[in-house]
């Protein structure tokens, strides 16, 4: 059983471990970006380049860009339809009727109500200044371009956090989410979103017990038992007779470190904190689960992590404390501009004007399906 290291030491093993899978995810996620590509352009000759079916707030959406809300909505229906009719995927699903509901009109009317949010949000973003292209075309320029760079961070040895390609959906995620944050400061920076001490008061008071705590130091036995190669017990079943065995026989701290002792299983006295909870979550999630669930005097279940079985006995646990307003109220700042900025873009959505054609788009899809 190690003890938990300090976040530096931790931080430093991610970042060799993410580097051996360098490789193999960057030919990966190639491949992924090649196959898109070619769907968006076989999309293009299949319904042309100008779609005739949505324009929002005057701004005319290809039918090539309207493919990628399909394919970010495709996954959610087909789940939908499995889950509520059990059906499953067949060359007539999309067009078939389950109850009244069609796949197919479920998929383009989620692809509309994801394409007018997100060109509102955009448009919203050249508005302020923030973009001053939001087309398709310049979408996929930016994602060549991010790609560029990161593939030559890479060649040059620099650490690059994430993934070393974006794919078509997962580069669309990352801008729109960039796109979001900057809009949001533009926004703050202009006096639209505003957010006085007095409502960031109101707001802790009002939710100081439910929402701005932090847990108490949970004091604990912590006995831990590996198995496999390399270690005294290669049988699982074996290990887990031992423990069970410990389990029976802890019935105080004094009882558990006697037993433990008894049957060569090595204890820990350990203490999560302030300081520690964050090191522990990443080196033993499942140590520190089983921790937040447990009593005063509570022993644990037997559970599995790390090629070990352990078990927790809870000698002490502090009552939750309520932060500080001085600590919390960034937090919450953050979190009422976040909600006024959601407001904001809410009734824009309401007040967009949508020209929209149901059955061109149904057309479209059926032509991006290859039906």
Partial sequence: MRKWQDEATVKHKEQRRRGKRKLALFIFILIALTASLLLSGAMQKKTGTAADFIVVNGQRVSAAEFGLYLDMSKALVADHFKQVYAADYSDRFWTDSFSGETPLRMLVEEA?????K?????QLAEKVGIAADTSYESLLSGMEAENARRRNAVAAGEVVYG??????ASYFSYYMSNLEIATTEALQKSG?????????????EANKQAKYTQAGEIKLKWAALSYGEGTPLTDKNEALGIMQKLRDKAADPAAFDEAASGLGIEVLDASVTKATRRTAALENPAVLQSAEKLQTGQLGDIFEENDALHLLYCIS?????????????DAIASQLRSDQFK??????????????????????????LGQ
């Fill in 317 to 329: 646990r502090g009552d939750n404390l309520i932060l500080p307003y001085e600590e919390a109220k």
């Fill in 163 to 168: 993934t070393t390609s974006f794919e078509l």
């Fill in 118 to 122: 997100a060109k509102v949000l955009q």
């Fill in 112 to 116: 509309r109500s994801r394409l007018i």
């Fill in 192 to 204: 639209s979103l505003s957010i006085s001490e007095e409502q960031i008061k109101r707001e802790y």
């Fill in 343 to 368: 407001q904001t873009v809410e009734q824009a959505q309401e007040e967009a004007v949508v020209v929209w054609n149901g059955k061109s788009a149904e057309k479209a899809a059926l032509a991006w």
